[in-house]
């Protein structure tokens, strides 16, 4: 069963939230709420989230100061931020955003069924970095199972034939996003962390093939998923 992805909503006016909840909930995720800054860096500490909608204007601690703390966190800075604003100052306030770590910036009232569609890119590129997450550690485990020779471990043969077609169905996933996105001219930000998914993939797909028999002598390195 597929874990479903956090969503983090942040926003000191409660009617907004459930304008964003009433949006997104088609999106079949788990919604989180924030009423503020302080609120959503406190969310942020323990749970892990695919993408946070994050209000500009909001009392204390706003949209931008919230996102510089978001960014200096070894945890959360890679996670996609998308700045909603109820005001336009011009290119210099969206330069703010965009400097603050936003992958985008959206001014009110925005299009619904464009906003669903931005992020339920970025629910799809984080569900395929959590697969690929697992795949590496269901490989790092049987690797480690190897060298310590237990014997109630699968063969090694059916260990990689299994590894490999899982990963198989990853890749073929990571490439229709990746079709999705060129054909949709998608957002930068989300092309560069769906070749970034890409890399890690082949990363991992060349340590798959380094096991085979007769490829190498020695384990592999599986790569990083940092």
Known sequence: MVQKAKILLV???????LALEAILSALDQTL?????????????????????????????????ETAAHIKRRERTRDIPIIFLTAINHGPHHTFRGYAAGAVDYISKPFDPWV???????????????????????????QLEGGKSGGGDSKEPAGILA????RLAAVEEQAEALSKQLD????DAAAVATAAHLERKLTGLRRALDALEPGTGSGAPSVPSQN
């Open 162 to 165: 299994e590894l490999s077609a």
């Open 32 to 64: 989180v709420r924030a009423s503020s800054g302080e609120e959503a860096l406190k969310a942020l500490l323990t749970d892990d989230f695919a993408v946070i909608l994050l209000d500009v204007q909001m009392p204390g601690m706003d949209g931008f």
């Open 115 to 141: 906003l669903r569609a931005k992020v339920s890119v970025f629910v799809e590129l984080y569900m395929k970095n959590c697969q690929l997450r697992e795949q590496a550690a269901l490989l790092r485990l």
């Open 183 to 186: 054909d949709e001219s998608a």
């Open 11 to 17: 926003d000191d006016r409660p009617e907004n939230l």
